[in-house]
């Protein structure tokens, strides 16, 4: 189809000139466009905000030229048009008037003043709490995360082959990259913003001098980055000049960036942290399903946005696993005093965000008074850490101690400026304490004398006049008055101007009352001045103290994570895994962390597990519904559970650290994907065979399944071979093909083992109990017939079965009963087709014609059907 061209042939009036002018330094943003009381789009914004948010679309004239489609939402409205598109993946544009429209020679001034994508949102009930909103920058070899909410910064160096597994681990809203890098994007980050930026930010040369000025350094040593982690830097160039120019008031609050080195935390990539149900369920929706909510009983946002991070960041190096493991454990032996610091931190506020909102200048009344709550609840936190029996065993807990900034200085400062419960908006009013301020208290003094002053007039005024009735009001055109009924108009005093007359009464003003009110009105305005001026200097006082805060916040975050651990294993009765750098994998007694949560206590069957030298694979048979998916992602979750530093629902545990740990799961299993295809299970697998290494971890459930049962059986032999030959890693192969028991006989580190069932006539019982040794039979048909298929068609898979137990060709034996006979009758030998028996049955001597004719019509229509 040929673009129509709409043309008045004129020029753009000088409000599209500005329009445009100022769209195309926007492109691929909605830009919000302010006029008066609306902000317009125009054009293919116009069009797409239509759409997205439901607006009716309209034109507007623009002079000579065509008409301009043209859509907009109220300013007073505006907030939630940008939430929906923004929280649709949009980037918007806020254009505002920036001069007075009324003193405005010609086109009012206008200029984008703020640009608002998923990664750069600041407005607080827009964010999840429990988690962080990162942006992400990705180059070529490095990336860089920013939570602009916190001032978090993250650098870290990729391998091409782990830029999936990492970028997971950020659950990036928004994605930086550079103009046309073919950057392998994994299919977690689809949906998510991208956006592009020229090569050049990237590059790491710039990136460190802009680095070094960002932190005011002589060079980037002093932040522990050195010249290997030049693509880190040069992704955080990226980003931090891509979020600078979206929020022209700058990053006060950015932080010192950390570094994530390849091999300081595990890499696990999407499907893994899938397939475990870490952070969200397999099946949308699902309560309690997952890792995170079961571990999840942190008391503050950022213990909340910490413990769910080091979920998905576990440790690989033993001493740091180590010692947050002897945190939890002072914990754990301390109910008291874990206790106690817990009421403490229950009390502590998004100390993090609100810090940021300070500094970014867009803290409320509100926010400042939780953040002083905040801070003076420290002093609690800070004993109750003190007065923790056996803290001397925790590293960690006697630095926190040490280092723990109680922000005195800028509590007390909130306490004695704030009142005791600040308005949620500065235009409110009231937020600042009487006392705090001398010209405030002067201010509001002459405000409230005015007032009383006015208030005493209606009595001198009675009196004077002899009016009984005379009353003093106000209202917003007129200001004050004193309203007279007609009946005493003879009273009225010469000194009394007519300003008003309503149906039964005149109101009137005297110069004496215009000088109050004056005083009042003036008053009220430089209250509302010097009120907003306090409150900003209050802001740029957290400001100035934003890395004490920060500092502070974190210790809070890892305190409220290490209690929170500890709450959990003493409820759920963990033990601490013994972890070390060997390659033996022993639990005994384990158990599903989830999965026995939604049984009954001790119903949940505990296994024991051995993965060492000596027998590094595992093939896990049993029949479906035998729990070999349930043992097999709880092996994971324990070996993730300790390298994160928690205890683990096991009776004992010893965990050799692993490098990687991957989790497949089999087409027809895999529920994530809905329209999965062995293609994925099989690249899936293959990058597995690439990526492990013989520390690393394997966890494969019926890999294999989504083929044939010979191909699958073929693929499986040849995965498990390699595995045990030329990678050497821990692995347990779950399937329910007892054919592969036979790899055992092959494959000298290999183990057969299967989940016990026991069969009683022709049911089966479900032991869910691990034993050595394979399952001899897969129990399929016991299993369909507990499903609840039909009598007859269990009777005849029996049958089937035993056919082909025997050798037999089952389409060579009679069937019982003629099945699709349509296309079968095609074929010599096969039943005949069920109209031709029909015809064959039939009488024709007891058959009227019009009878014949209908049941003509019968078997036409029968056939077409067919
Ligand atoms: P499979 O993978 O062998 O088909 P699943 O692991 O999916 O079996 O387990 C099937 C069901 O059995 C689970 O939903 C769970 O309710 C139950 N189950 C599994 N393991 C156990 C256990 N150790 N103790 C009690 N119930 C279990
Ligand atoms: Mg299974």
């Not at 979920?311 to 690989?316: E, F, S, T």
């Not at 809070?556 to 750098?581: F, M």
């Not at 013989?694 to 995965?719: C, F, K, M, N, Q």
Request: hydrophobic share 40%.
């Amino acid at each position: 189809m040929t673009e129509r061209v709409v043309s008045g042939g004129g020029p753009d009036t000088p409000l599209m000139q500005q329009y445009r002018e100022i769209k195309s330094r926007y492109p691929h943003t909605i830009l919000f466009f302010r006029m008066g009381d609306f902000y317009e789009m125009f054009e293919d914004d116009a069009r797409l905000g239509a759409r997205e948010l439901g607006l009716t679309l309209t034109s507007r004239n623009n002079g000579g030229a065509a008409e301009v489609p043209l859509a907009g939402v109220p300013v007073k409205a505006a907030a939630e048009y940008l939430r929906r598109l923004v929280a649709k993946g949009h980037r918007v544009a806020i254009c505002e008037q920036v001069e007075d429209p009324k003193l405005a020679k010609g086109l009012v001034r206008r200029a984008v003043v703020e640009t608002i994508t998923p990664g750069t949102v600041l407005t607080d009930d827009w964010l999840v709490q429990s988690r962080n909103n990162y942006l992400v920058a990705v180059g070529a070899g490095g990336m860089a995360a920013l939570d602009v909410t916190t001032g978090e910064l993250v650098l870290e160096v990729v391998a091409p082959t782990e830029l999936e597994a990492s970028l997971a681990r950020y659950e990036a809203v928004e994605l930086v990259v550079p103009t046309g890098a073919k950057l392998p994007i994994p299919s977690a980050a689809r949906g998510v913003t991208v956006t592009e930026r020229e090569a050049w930010e990237f590059d790491p040369e710039l990136a460190r001098e802009d680095l070094t000025r960002s932190y005011g350094l002589a060079s980037l040593d002093g932040l522990g980055i050195a010249a290997e982690d030049g693509p880190a830097v040069g992704a955080a160039g990226a980003l931090l000049r891509y979020a600078r120019e979206l929020k022209p008031g700058g990053l006060p609050h950015l932080a010192r960036p950390t570094l994530v080195r390849r091999g300081d935390v595990l890499p696990l990539d999407e499907m893994t942290r899938r397939n475990l149900e870490l952070v969200e369920p397999l099946r949308a929706g699902a309560q309690g399903a997952t890792l995170l909510e079961v571990l999840d009983r942190t008391l503050t946002p950022m213990g909340g946005r910490l413990l769910r991070r080091w979920m998905l960041a576990p440790l690989v190096d033993t001493a740091a696993i180590n010692a947050r493991l002897d945190a939890v454990e002072v914990l754990v032996r301390d109910g008291r005093g874990r206790e106690r610091l817990r009421e403490a931190l229950d009390g502590v506020r998004d100390l993090e965000r609100l810090a940021g909102r300070a500094a970014l200048g867009r803290a409320t009344p509100r926010e400042l008074g939780a953040l002083r709550d905040s801070i003076l609840r420290l002093p609690d936190a800070a004993g109750a850490l003190g007065g923790l029996e056996g803290r001397a065993r925790a590293a960690p807990l006697e630095a926190a101690a040490d280092r723990c900034d109680l922000l005195t200085d800028l509590g007390e400062e909130l306490a004695r400026a704030l009142v005791d419960r600040p308005p949620a908006q500065l235009a409110d009013g009231d937020a600042i304490r009487a006392g705090y301020d001398r010209e405030l208290d002067d201010l509001k003094s002459a405000r409230d004398g005015g007032k009383q002053y006015i208030a005493s007039l209606q009595a001198t005024e009675r009196q004077r006049t002899g009016i009984a009735s005379l009353k003093v009001g106000f209202n917003k055109v007129f200001g004050y008055y004193i309203e007279v009924t007609h009946v005493h108009r003879e009273r009225i005093p010469p000194d009394y101007e007519r300003r008003q007359t309503l149906t039964g009464a005149e109101r009137y003003v005297t110069p004496q009352l215009k000088e109050y009110e004056a005083k009042v009105l003036g008053a009220e305005e430089r209250i509302g001045t010097r009120e907003a001026e306090l409150v900003d200097a209050l802001r740029r006082r957290v400001g100035d103290a934003i890395s004490r805060v920060q500092a502070t916040a974190t210790l809070l975050a890892q305190l409220d994570v290490w209690a929170s651990l500890a709450e959990v294993a003493e409820r759920e009765r963990y033990v601490r895994p013994d972890v070390t750098g060997d390659v033996t994998l022993h639990l005994e007694g384990s158990r599903h962390p989830v999965v026995e949560r939604m049984m009954p206590r001790e119903a949940f069957i505990p296994n024991d597990i051995r993965l060492d030298d000596a027998g590094r694979i595992i093939l896990l048979t049993g029949p479906n519904m035998a729990g070999k998916s349930t043992l097999l992602r709880q092996v994971g979750l324990c070996v993730l559970l300790a390298q994160m530093g928690a205890f683990v629902p096991c009776r004992r545990a010893v965990v050799g650290v692993v490098d990687r740990l991957f989790t497949r799961v089999g087409a027809s299993d895999n529920l994530v994907r809905g329209q999965s295809t062995f293609m994925v299970e099989m690249s899936e697998t293959s990058a597995i065979l690439h990526g492990a290494t013989a520390r690393s971890l394997v966890l494969l459930d019926e890999i294999g399944r989504g083929t044939s049962t010979y191909d699958g059986v073929a693929i499986a032999w040849a995965v498990t071979e390699c595995l045990h030959n030329t990678v050497g890693c821990k692995t347990i192969f779950a399937t329910h093909y007892h054919e592969l028991t036979q790899l055992t006989e092959e494959l000298a580190h290999a183990r057969n083992f299967n989940v016990a069932v026991r069969e009683v006539g022709d049911e089966i019982v479900f032991l869910h109990r691990l034993e050595p040794g394979g399952a001899d039979r897969s129990y399929g048909i016991h299993v369909g017939r507990l499903a609840g298929l039909p009598g007859p068609v269990v009777a005849r898979a029996w049958e089937v079965l035993k056919l082909l137990e025997a050798g037999h060709h089952v389409a060579h034996q009679a069937p019982p009963r003629p099945p699709d006979a349509a296309q079968l009758a095609l074929f010599a030998g096969a039943p005949p087709h069920p109209l031709l028996t029909e015809l064959d049955r039939l009488d024709l001597d007891t058959l009227s014609p019009i009878d014949a004719l209908n049941r003509l019509a019968a078997w036409k229509k029968r056939l077409e059907e067919t």
